[in-house]
């Protein structure tokens, strides 16, 4: 279906609100009001999101602020949610996104996880007509960044 994107972005930061107020994580919204329609699975996009951001979450200290900023370029949009949490060291940075991959066996025992969330939103991505990629710091933070191809109107249509 299409879907207004600034809407549907804000409703699901809105339900994270709750949870991240437990760890005393703050989310600041970086998204820019233009109309913006996209054709998708609403619910498979929910999934791309949710990953992303639990990981976000998890992989902060309390206290951690998350950034999401929705921006236009051309035809698609790009989302980044972007953490100040322990980072990713360069050598992982390539394999987050294949199945059952975790950084560091000691670090993840202690945090739960499959190592699933981020190749099955690679997946979604990819089947949604955009790209996906980080970038990161080692111990200093996290952005995870996506793209999907948008419309300006409803129709689907420029
Ligand atoms: P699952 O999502 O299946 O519960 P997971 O979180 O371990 O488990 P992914 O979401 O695929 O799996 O992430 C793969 C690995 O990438 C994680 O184990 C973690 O080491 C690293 N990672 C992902 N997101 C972040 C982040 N925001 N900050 C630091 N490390 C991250
Ligand atoms: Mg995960």
């Given at each position: 279906?299409?879907?207004?994107?600034?809407?549907?972005?804000?409703?699901?930061i809105?339900?994270?609100?709750?949870?991240?107020?437990?760890?005393?994580?703050?989310?600041?919204r970086?998204i820019?009001?233009?109309?913006?329609?996209?054709?998708m699975?609403r619910?498979?996009?929910?999934?791309?999101?949710?990953?992303?951001?639990?990981?976000?979450?998890?992989?902060s200290?309390?206290?951690?602020?998350?950034t999401?900023t929705l921006?236009?370029?051309?035809?698609?949009?790009?989302?980044?949610?972007?953490?100040?949490?322990?980072?990713?060291?360069?050598?992982?940075?390539?394999k987050?996104?294949?199945?059952?991959?975790?950084?560091?066996?000691?670090?993840?025992?202690?945090?739960?996880?499959?190592?699933?969330?981020?190749a099955?939103?690679?997946e979604?991505?990819?089947?949604?007509?955009?790209?996906?990629?980080?970038?990161?710091?080692?111990?200093q933070?996290?952005?995870?960044?996506f793209?999907?191809?948008?419309?300006?109107?409803?129709?689907?249509?420029?």
């Open positions: 279906s299409t879907v207004d994107f600034v809407l549907y972005l804000h409703e699901v809105d339900r994270f609100d709750m949870i991240a107020a437990n760890k005393n994580i703050h989310f600041i970086k820019s009001p233009q109309l913006t329609y996209v054709k699975d619910d498979k996009l929910t999934q791309v999101l949710d990953n992303i951001i639990s990981n976000a979450m998890k992989y200290p309390e206290g951690g602020n998350v999401i921006e236009h370029y051309g035809q698609n949009i790009r989302v980044s949610i972007s953490d100040e949490g322990m980072g990713i060291p360069r050598e992982s940075q390539q987050i996104f294949d199945r059952f991959y975790r950084v560091d066996k000691a670090r993840a025992r202690s945090i739960g996880g499959t190592g699933l969330g981020l099955i939103a690679k979604l991505v990819h089947a949604h007509h955009g790209e996906i990629w980080v970038e990161s710091m080692y111990g933070g996290t952005t995870i960044f793209t999907l191809p948008f419309t300006k109107n409803k129709e689907g249509n420029w």
